[in-house]
């Protein structure tokens, strides 16, 4: 069994009970982790009073606001860190967006914000939370820090459209900070999950069909669940995965590996 007793992280991107964030949140507070949540600020504090309510339940040390859009933000994140720990094991960088409008539609067609967005809060957002998380993780010799991608980074998927470039940057991005951080015993991996039912995913296009065209073609025969793209994040920040570093890791029930 992982055990996580005496280890300490942050997760970036739980914003509901459906997100991938909130799965691999509960599954490293059963094995015994000290969370640390951050949540988007927004002018109803729907989403501070989700992460609060959700926070409760793995009895997170700390939620603090942070929108990777906002050049203070992750350095004030990292200042709240410090005051409160010594030391950080994990990070885990589950965000991702686009505009609606550029997901349909002709890729060509897309906005030249809208592209850029999804690669500024998608992919580029990696480099300054990796940047700042690693003083925290050299104070306990090392760290792992992992990411969320999807298959979308290698392969045309129908309404995707600007995020494949983005997931595409951020795997890439990966291999670039693995070489940069290895040195100091901090890995950076990537889960490339397949698809799963949550919000976020409720705003691509022809969801459903995409859900059972992959259960058709994957070697398994079925979807993934959170559960397991959860269970297989905690393995990549647990020492059992100590020399993998710089990996994309499919849990997509074997779809990537089909010729359809």
């Known amino acids: 069994m992982i055990d996580f007793s005496g280890k300490k992280g942050v997760i970036l991107g739980v914003g509901n009970p459906k997100s991938i964030a909130w799965s691999v949140a509960e599954c490293l507070h059963k094995y015994g982790a000290e969370l640390a949540l951050t949540y988007l600020e927004d002018p109803k504090g729907r989403f501070e009073k989700n992460v609060r309510t959700l926070g409760e339940k793995v009895n997170a040390s700390i939620i603090h606001p942070c929108d990777v859009q906002k050049e203070e933000s992750i350095p004030s994140l990292m200042d709240e ?19 609606q409008k550029d997901l349909g539609g002709s890729f ?20 300054p939370l990796s940047a700042g998380i690693a003083p925290l993780m050299r104070n306990n010799g090392g760290g792992s820090i992992v990411t969320m991608s999807y298959i979308g980074a290698v392969l045309a998927v129908p309404s995707y459209n ?8 951020l795997e890439s991005s990966v291999r670039y900070l693995a070489r940069e951080f290895g040195p100091e015993n901090i890995r950076i991996n990537a889960v490339s ?6 919000l976020s995913a409720s705003g691509i296009k022809n969801f459903s069909t995409m859900l059972q065209g992959v259960a058709d073609h994957s070697a398994l025969k079925r979807n993934v669940s959170q559960n397991e793209v959860a269970e ?6 647990n020492n059992a995965s100590s020399g993998i570093t710089g990996q994309t890791i499919y849990v997509d029930c074997g779809y990537n590996i089909m010729a359809n």
């Open 81 to 99: 860190l410090s005051n409160k720990w010594d030391a950080v094991d994990f990070l885990i960088h589950s965000l991702a967006f686009a505009e």
């Open 108 to 127: 060509s067609a897309s906005s030249r914000d809208g592209f850029l967005k999804a690669q500024e809060v998608s992919a580029y957002s990696l480099l």
């Open 232 to 237: 297989t994040t905690a393995f990549l920040c």
């Open 162 to 169: 600007v995020m494949g470039p983005a997931k595409a940057a």
């Open 193 to 198: 999950a397949g698809p799963i039912k949550t």
